[in-house]
Structures are given as structure tokens and as C-alpha cells.
């Protein structure tokens, strides 16, 4: 089993940044790759960006240039640095982990930018 903890939303202006956390349990030789998705209300959760245990990683179009998504391997944590938010980037952030080709999510974190 794996729980996920995410940290780091909030409220912040356009144009602000944000870094969401995530730390997994878990035996984290068997945590593969990570990552976040995100859902707005009225919409479908979608990819933002994820990473694999070696570094590799996969973004969205509306994530790239803007966000940077890191791991720390040693402390079984995945990051995300959110910068240049807009309004339309509001949502519920979720952690994303695959333990044994298994999907967990977190709980969900609130991102709302707003002036």
C-alpha cells in the first residue's frame, strides 16, 4: 500500500508561483513513476505533468515552460514548481504514484489563482 501527502496549495495572485509536495510511503524501490493531475470543477481530471524513478518526464502542453515537476528518490517526494500561474491553472491538485503498476492518488490539493 502507498498513502500520499500533498502540501503547498493555496490562494496567490496571476502571475505568482506555487510549490506543491507530495511524500509517499511505501517501499520506494517499488514507486515508479510520479506525478500530478489536476481538476477543475465541471471538468475531467487531466495529466499535468509526471516523472519516472530515473528523472524522466512528460507534461502537458498548458504545464510546459511554466512548471517543473522533481523527485527526490531518497525522500520518496515529487514536486512541482508552479510558476506564471493564470486563473485558468485553478483546480484540485492530486498526487499521482504507480507502486507495482498500481495507480494511488492523494487527497487533492486546492490551487486557486485570483486577484
Known amino acids: 500500500q502507498v498513502q500520499l501527502v500533498e502540501s503547498g496549495g493555496g490562494l496567490v495572485q496571476p502571475g505568482g508561483s506555487l510549490r506543491l509536495s507530495c511524500a509517499a510511503s511505501?517501499?520506494?524501490?517499488?514507486?515508479?513513476?510520479m506525478g500530478w493531475y489536476r481538476q477543475a470543477p465541471g471538468k475531467q481530471r487531466e495529466l499535468v505533468a509526471t516523472?519516472?524513478?530515473?528523472?524522466?518526464?512528460n507534461s502537458a502542453g498548458s504545464a510546459k515552460g511554466r512548471f517543473t515537476i522533481s523527485r527526490d528518490n531518497a525522500k520518496n517526494t515529487v514536486y512541482l514548481q508552479m510558476n506564471r500561474l493564470k486563473p485558468e491553472d485553478t483546480a484540485v491538485y492530486y498526487c499521482?504514484?504507480?507502486?507495482?503498476?498500481?495507480?494511488?492518488w492523494g487527497q487533492g490539493t486546492q490551487v486557486t489563482v485570483s486577484s
Open positions: 499521482y504514484a504507480e507502486y507495482f503498476m498500481n495507480p494511488y
Open positions: 511505501g517501499n520506494s524501490f517499488s514507486i515508479s513513476t
Open positions: 516523472i519516472t524513478r530515473g528523472g524522466s518526464t
